[in-house]
């Protein structure tokens, strides 16, 4: 099993060279890891049961674990120097670790999470933001950033990550990899560090639905049962009109996809903010309590701002006595929230968990056991590394109103890559009732293929309505020029013909019509540079051969002069320029 260290070492030489050019293009130092891991290790699965037993489930495969789970003999960071400075190295191995490597899968490091794995972001001032593969100058996502880095360089076959409010959904979404979220409290959290006891679940990272497959049954250890396909497939209307791209390159994938594997009839539409407002009345009941104010507030924001309230207030219940004690050295954002005032009276406490089991029945009453609820994982694409617009209200709101869904409810949830969209990637998200693991992962197995594909479908088609209305605008532009040209304002007419230019550059008349404008100017050069590139593009240009005769006639090239003429009258031989011109020159040079 050594050769699965020998492999990682071999994977990451192979991305020297790219990861050389994305250096130089991004001005910042990336490491050959892509800053991925905090610490390479090596935890061998046993050896391979005697035939005629069954191989290892997990047998081949290699994985990494967020810095927030115990082994054996290695201090658990917690995504802080400090915390590392001042905790013992672990006696023991997380049983969800142990699970895996007893089930054939090597364990090869522990990888990078957000300070105290406190944030959504994947930055880390301590140990630095690892580099996201899928979009270099955009954030990874966090708390599980690492982890998911990990994945998508191809690193590992498969990770372990926290998810408290999207600790794994969102660096799944942001890296272009599949993030699943099981159904809490059915993974063991001994051996791993709290961030808010009644959110956090044990999530999984992978690129491949297959191997998410495999280890999803060993993680969760679920029985055999047959495979059953969703009898319905509800997509959350109100929930794509967050999204800050068109909402069709997510939805209409979706749709048709499930309209090709089971039947339109399986398409169903709902409002979440009406059914939770009917279903979950003690969402306004808990808002009440905080600002004692009657305001009408969508019960989604709600839900929102009851999830950050419960990892704040239990994430102080687990670690304020740390903090006070050892001062650590915060970043701004989670030191402001940690520190904020959030006493909850019993009462507010009892209405968190009736809103919990209020969540969970509603969610489990929509779906039953065979459906799917359809949201966007984020609303946002991945912002820019430095950018302000994590810290903005309307990012925050829009993210945690989708992230909370599943964390509130406790339902299973899965964030599945649609592909790209302006040079980052794009997901959607899967939810299931709770209890509800096998069946989504099955939907997952089985959805996976027709999704990729009806992602790239679209994506073409929206490339494809681009270049359209690009030769349209650059159409206009022509027209604009030879309107210019017919007036006489040469250097106008140069700057519209160079406007349709930038907008195809794969027309012969634009570069023909420019050398035109440019012979009137007297830049020779420039018109028998245009007219050479009309002439790649289409042989048949005569247009282009008589204005690069002419050009080259007044450079002095009299010889390439008379060869242009003479082929514009092969190509036309009723053409008197070009014969006149031809005939010129020959008497010229004899």
């Not at 649609?418 to 959805?447: C, E, K, W």
Request: aromatic share 8%; proline share 5%; glycine share 6%.
């Amino acid at each position: 099993m050594a050769s699965h260290a020998a492999n990682l070492w071999v994977l990451l030489g192979l991305g020297l060279a790219g990861i050389l050019l994305m250096t130089k293009r991004l001005k910042k130092t990336i490491k050959a890891d892509f800053g991925a891991f905090i610490q390479k290790l090596e935890l061998l699965p046993p050896p391979q049961p005697a035939p005629p037993k069954a191989p290892h489930p997990l047998t081949g495969l290699s994985f990494a674990v967020s810095d927030l789970f115990d082994i054996e003999g290695y201090v658990t960071g917690f995504g802080h120097p400090d915390w590392v400075r001042t905790h013992e190295a672990s006696s023991r191995t997380s049983p969800v670790v142990l699970s895996l490597v007893e089930g054939g899968a090597t364990c090869v490091g522990k990888t990078v999470v957000d300070e105290l794995a406190y944030s959504i972001h994947g930055e880390n001032k301590h140990y630095s933001t690892p580099t996201n593969p899928a979009a270099p100058a955009r954030i990874p996502g966090g708390s599980s950033s690492g982890a998911a880095v990990a994945v998508a360089a191809n690193f590992v076959d498969f990770s372990l990550g926290i998810d408290t409010l999207g600790g794994v959904r969102v660096p799944a979404a942001f890296c272009g990899v599949i993030g699943f979220r099981p159904s809490y409290g059915v993974v063991s959290h001994t051996g791993i560090i709290p961030v808010a006891s009644s959110l956090d679940t044990v999530g999984l990272l992978a690129k491949d639905p297959n191997i998410l497959h495999r280890v999803g049954l060993v993680l969760l250890q679920l029985p055999f049962s047959v495979q059953r396909n969703p009898r319905q497939i509800l997509l959350a209307d109100d929930c794509f009109q967050l999204l800050k791209i068109p909402m069709e390159r997510v939805s209409q994938v979706v749709i048709n996809s499930t309209e090709k594997l089971f039947g339109r009839q399986v398409l169903k539409h709902e409002n979440l903010e009406d059914y939770f407002s009917s279903k979950v009345p003690s969402l306004k009941e808990f808002y009440r309590q905080k600002i004692n104010v009657d305001l009408k507030i969508s019960s989604i924001r709600l839900l929102a701002n009851v999830a950050q309230f419960l990892q704040r207030y239990e994430f102080k219940c687990a670690h304020e006595e740390w903090i006070s004690s050892e001062k650590p050295v915060l970043d701004s954002a989670v030191s402001t929230q940690i520190n904020e005032t959030l006493d909850l009276t019993d009462k507010e406490i009892e209405i968190c968990k009736s809103i919990r089991n209020e969540m969970r029945l509603a969610v489990n009453s929509l779906l039953k056991d065979d459906g799917i609820l359809v949201i966007p994982t984020t609303a946002h694409p991945p912002p820019k590394l430095g950018s302000k617009e994590i810290f903005s209200e309307d990012y925050h709101n829009c993210m945690f109103s989708l992230l909370s869904i599943a964390s509130i409810s406790g339902c299973c949830q899965v964030t599945l890559p649609l592909g790209y969209h302006d040079n980052y990637p794009v997901s959607v998200s899967f939810i299931a009732r709770h209890g509800g693991d096998r069946f989504l992962l099955d939907t997952v197995q089985t959805m996976y293929s027709s999704l990729q594909e009806h992602a790239d479908t679209v994506a073409k088609s929206k490339l494809s309505r681009n270049a359209v209305n690009q030769e349209q605008s650059a159409e206009v532009a022509k027209e604009k020029g030879n309107q210019a040209y017919k007036d006489k304002q040469w250097q106008k007419a140069v700057m519209f013909y160079t406007e349709a230019i930038k907008l195809n550059g794969n027309n012969a008349t634009y570069y023909s019509n420019r050398a035109a404008a440019y012979l009137e100017l007297g830049s020779f050069l420039q018109a028998e540079t245009d007219c050479t590139k009309a002439i790649d593009l289409d042989k048949k240009n005569v247009k282009a051969y008589l204005r690069r005769g002419t050009a080259r006639e007044m450079l002095g090239y009299y010889k390439e002069a008379i060869e242009d003429f003479r082929y514009a009258l092969v190509l036309e031989p009723t053409n008197k320029r070009a014969a006149l011109s031809a005939e010129r020159l020959r008497k010229v040079f004899q």
